[in-house]
């Protein structure tokens, strides 16, 4: 009963969708300004019938119907709740259902925001959801059904994915990253909206939807750093980012969103970028579907994809419907698009956006040929490819540690142009950074040139971000006679954008350090060992103290316990063990990290034999590592403190410069490696 009713509720949203999709434009023709509001309604209903269907799902899953096809594909009496609940979007058709209500929420806010303004820019956007959200409901009524009856009605099932069950993060990391994705459907259902209404000059589509694009934005970063951080405690390799196929596909659609918002504040500026700009939103929002193309199609082997039939054509040909319309769409309002202001000089805030923007482009075109070139190669010549960890590492490195630089040459520089004492000023103190960090890092024993200059640069540009911050608390100090404390937060609060881009900056630096240190530094053994014996790396010793073995609800483990040993004296316990599933041929490791701020000693449990005798073990040191999840969560802040409003505008105007830096140019999800 639950299945039939929710699937009904599609069935409705469905046509109320197309007849949204129907009395919308014609209202746009006719002036009928009722007719909007009822176009505006269809997007509310949408999103009122998407929900009845995603908690039925909920009531399904915990009421353990095994009637509806979903809940016995993935349900189990066995299951806890709360992973019960999160398998909501553990399999393919789930997870189209909570993408389309997603996508429902964000339709349905953007469009009630904004409902009031004039003109025909709100409507078209409406029209652009309704069009989006009708893709997703024909898969999820056709062959993507979660609700499907199933006959006779089995008494148990498989349970979730075993992965799924394995770590917290994994009730994190999607819900993230289908925020992040789904909040990129905003800015580009505006911009479609200005083109149809021909309201591309007027960039008041940027203005309505900078915000949403930065909380998409930063959410995205935030699931990008919560599915790096779920590798590493989950998957027992020790590392975070493998250049997967699905992992790459979630960071193309954030470096494109990454340069769109630097580049955009020039053209709120100075008018100049506009065709650039729409390109980068229609591209962003096209990778946010090919990632779920490559996600769901079952055309990729990866931890992250799922197996599944003809659902991949219909993404297809959604990405070349929406690739055909934007192109026509830009032909016609290119008169329009053309750029009215010019770059006064190279040494200029403009020039190093403009090269910010173009090292991202590369950079995101070098990730998307490597992944998908092998699918090409396979499908024109038949022939297996292999693109791994080396031709990454090889062509993106470089655009790295450029991107690094400029990060701290974009804040020094003012707009428009810059006198020579004026570059000297700016641009000579950050050296002394520049200079202790790599000294630091040769004392350390990074000796790879990409990790030297990584070090290099994050010196130079963190300390000039944090000149840009002294500064400005300088001025207010003079001005106001505040404290410093004070003078800070009055200074961050007179202009959030460009001070919450520059803390973002931070958050990017810390992750730098982490990757280049872990990567460049890591130390690691195996070693099987008996109970009382001791396997020791870069200083790091642990003893065997046993092995065992427990049934919980859903599974059985064998794990073993290691004392850590400083001085003689045991300071703590670390307990690698395996899980082993029904359903799973093979166990899933779970390691056990013991973190300290200088970074990570990491175990897992590779082997044991069955009556505990021993027990092999890879023990593996890597610096600096949580660096990387605490400066993810920097960059999350830097975002949120730049979606905040202005507090008071007026005043920030005269102590500090009025034009924002933004959010940080580049993450790196990488290694570097010599």
């Not at 599609?10 to 014609?26: D, K, R, T």
């Not at 494109?256 to 955009?264: E, F, G, M, R």
Request: glycine share 10%.
């Amino acid at each position: 009963m639950t299945g039939f009713f929710a699937h009904n509720a599609l069935l409705v949203s469905l046509a109320v969708i197309l007849f949204g999709l129907v009395i919308g434009p014609l209202g746009i023709r006719r002036g009928r300004r009722d007719w909007i509001e009822i176009a505006y309604g269809a997007v509310y209903t949408n999103f009122l019938l998407v929900t009845i269907a995603t908690l039925s799902m909920v009531y399904a899953l915990v009421t353990h119907d095994f009637s509806v096809s979903y809940v016995a594909q993935v349900g189990s009496r066995e299951t806890p709740l709360f992973y019960t609940v999160i398998s909501l979007w553990g399999a393919l058709e789930g997870s189209i259902l909570f993408w389309a209500w997603v996508l429902a929420l964000y339709s349905s806010a953007a469009v009630w925001i904004n409902r009031q303004r004039e003109g025909n820019l709100v409507p078209y956007a409406a029209a652009a959801f309704l069009g989006i959200s009708l893709f997703f409901l024909v898969l999820l009524v056709g062959p993507a059904n979660p609700f499907l009856p199933v006959s006779p009605v089995p008494a148990d099932g498989p349970g979730p994915n075993p992965l799924l069950q394995n770590h917290i993060l994994m009730a994190v990391h999607p819900p993230l990253l289908y925020l992040g994705y789904v909040g990129m459907s905003v800015p580009f259902a505006f911009a479609v909206g200005a083109m149809l209404s021909g309201e591309v000059t007027s960039d008041d589509w940027t203005r309505i939807t900078r915000r949403w694009t930065l909380a998409s934005w930063g959410l995205l970063s935030a699931a990008i750093i919560a599915g790096m951080w779920w590798s590493y405690e989950v998957l027992g390799w020790g590392g975070y980012w493998a250049w997967d196929p699905v992992e790459n596909a979630s960071f193309l659609p954030w470096l494109t969103a990454t340069a769109y918002l630097h580049s955009v504040m020039v053209q709120q500026r100075h008018g100049m970028l506009r065709l650039w700009n729409l390109n980068l939103v229609v591209g962003t929002f096209i990778l946010t579907i090919l990632g779920t193309f490559l996600t769901r199609s079952g055309i990729l082997s990866s931890v992250h994809a799922f197996t599944t039939g003809p659902i991949g054509f219909y993404f297809l040909g959604f990405i070349t419907l929406v690739l055909v319309c934007t192109m026509a769409m830009v032909w016609g309002n290119s008169e329009k698009l053309r750029t009215v202001g010019r770059f006064d000089s190279p040494a200029s805030r403009e020039t190093v956006l403009l090269l910010n923007n173009l090292f991202l482009t590369a950079f995101m075109f070098t990730v998307l040929v490597g992944t998908l070139y092998p699918l090409v190669a396979e499908a024109v010549r038949g022939v297996k490819v292999s693109v791994g960890e080396p031709f990454f590492n090889r062509m993106t490195l470089p655009m790295i540690v450029a991107l690094l630089f400029l990060m701290g040459v974009g804040p020094a520089l003012p707009w428009r142009s810059a006198t020579t004492k004026e570059l000297r000023a700016k641009l000579i103190p950050p050296l002394i950074g520049a200079l202790l960090f790599t000294v630091g890092a040769l004392i350390a024993g990074v000796h790879n040139v990409y990790g030297v200059l990584a070090f290099c640069f994050v010196g130079y540009s963190a300390l000039a971000n944090l000149r840009e911050y002294s500064i400005g608390t300088r001025a207010r100090r003079s001005a106001h006679g505040e404290s410093w404390p004070t003078a800070f937060i009055r200074l961050v609060g007179g202009n959030r954008r460009r001070y919450g881009g520059y803390v973002a900056h931070m958050g990017v630096f810390l992750v730098a350090l982490g990757v280049a240190a872990s990567s460049s530094l890591r130390t690691e053994r195996t070693a099987t060992l008996k109970p009382g014996e001791s396997l020791s790396v870069s200083g790091r010793t642990v003893r065997l103290e046993g092995v065992w073995g427990r049934e919980e609800i859903q599974r059985s483990v064998i794990g073993a316990t290691l004392a850590v040993v400083k001085d003689g004296g045991v300071v703590g316990f670390l307990e690698p063990r395996m899980n082993f599933y029904p359903t799973s041929e093979a166990p899933v490791p779970t390691p056990d990290v013991r973190s300290t701020i200088t970074g990570d000693l990491y175990a897992n449990l590779m082997a044991f034999e069955p009556r505990g005798a021993n027990a092999t073990v890879k023990l593996i040191v890597e610096p600096l590592t949580p660096w990387i999840w605490f400066g993810g969560g920097i960059v999350v802040l830097g975002a949120l403190i730049s979606i905040l409003p202005q507090r008071r505008p007026s005043q920030a105007a005269a102590f500090a410069p009025a034009a924002p830096v933004g959010p940080p140019i580049s993450a790196i999800p990488v290694k570097v490696e010599a």
